[in-house]
T-cell receptor
Framework: AQTVTQSQPEMSVQEAETVTLSCTYD???????LFWYKQPPSRQMILVIR??????QNATENRFSVNFQKAAKSFSLKISDSQLGDAAMYFC???????????????FGKGTKLTVNP | EAQVTQNPRYLITVTGKKLTVTCSQN?????MSWYRQDPGLGLRQIYY???????DKGDVPEGYKVSRKEKRNFPLILESPSPNQTSLYFC????????????FGSGTRLTVV
């Protein structure tokens, strides 16, 4: 079974600075999807960024980018120019492909709470 | 607007009193799932459904039931709630085998006393 590990329960960053959240995963599959979700105090789960494992190019969405290292099974999230509205819980998630015999579900890490200091 | 609608958002109940949390999606998604979120544990899957009349257990199914009689609806049933089922619950839906993430409902905060 796949597992996702977020080794930083809490992180803090100064407004306008850059922060990187770590995520590692364990899998024997060769193709899969990876995601970062943001959960603000409103508790809504918001998709931040996604990465297909077969793509070597790292995904980018405005101030959010990932460093995807497939061989190392690492998928870190970089937030540039941090804003107060970035304060939230961030979850890394893994999704199998049914075509590889995997079960259809998202496997989540335990989350990293990000605080943004003014 | 494409969305997953969960109700209620907040619920306080007593031990043993049957309850249902409803979930409905308007995106014609095949796949639907229930998760519970607990501090320090992240989100864990309770049950999922690949399509109408097809359901299966997730990682923490004990004490829960589901049904999928229509494609859009996937209710979560607690036949005899216990205090250890106090949690934040999320319903989610998705097309199968897509690189899009799941669409989540707004969550249901359940307290069992």
């Amino acid at each position: 079974a796949q597992t996702v590990t977020q080794s930083q329960p809490e992180m803090s960053v100064q407004e306008a600075e850059t922060v990187t959240l770590s995520c590692t995963y364990d899998t024997s599959e060769s193709d899969y999807y990876l995601f970062w979700y943001k959960q603000p105090p409103s508790r809504q789960m918001i998709l931040v960024i996604r990465q297909e494992a077969y793509k070597q190019q790292n995904a980018t969405e405005n101030r959010f980018s990932v460093n995807f290292q497939k061989a190392a099974k690492s998928f870190s999230l970089k937030i540039s120019d941090s804003q107060l509205g970035d304060a939230a819980m961030y979850f890394c998630a893994y999704r199998s492909l049914l075509t590889q015999g995997g079960s259809e579900k998202l496997v989540f890490g335990k989350g990293t709470k990000l605080t943004v200091n003014p | 607007e494409a969305q997953v609608t969960q109700n209620p958002r907040y619920l306080i109940t007593v031990t043993g009193k049957k309850l249902t949390v409803t979930c409905s999606q308007n995106m014609n998604h095949e796949y639907m799932s229930w998760y519970r979120q607990d501090p320090g544990l992240g989100l864990r899957q309770i049950y999922y459904s690949m399509n109408v009349e097809v359901t299966d257990k997730g990682d923490v199914p004990e004490g829960y039931k589901v049904s999928r009689k229509e494609k859009r609806n996937f209710p979560l049933i607690l036949e005899s709630p216990s205090p250890n089922q106090t949690s934040l619950y999320f319903c989610a839906s998705s097309r199968q085998n897509t690189n899009y993430g799941y669409t989540f409902g707004s969550g249901t905060r359940l307290t069992v006393v």
